[in-house]
């Protein structure tokens, strides 16, 4: 299974939230990053943030459901 980035955060929190939305619609989702990680990036500004990532099967649908969960949160 090749798994593929559907978004890049600055914490673990928006990430989970996230997550927690797209496997209530039976999306599996892998989230890579951590706190201490994050931590010290802030000071050597090399981060790549914590990565939200599903399996390329279900990339289409997560990516819709991820507009729906943003702009429920934005109405």
Do not use: C, P, R, W
């Not at 619609?25 to 500004?45: H, M, Q, R, S, W």
């Not at 943030?49 to 969960?69: R, Y």
């Amino acid at each position: 299974m090749e798994l593929i980035t559907l978004k890049i955060f600055n914490t673990e929190i928006e990430a989970e939230m996230l997550k927690i939305f797209l496997e209530t619609n039976d999306i599996e989702t892998y989230v890579f990053g951590n706190i201490l990680a994050n931590t010290y990036n802030l000071f050597n500004n090399t981060s790549g943030g914590v990565q939200l990532k599903v399996s390329e099967n279900d990339f289409e649908k997560a990516n819709e459901l991820m507009t729906e969960f943003y702009n429920k949160d934005h109405q």
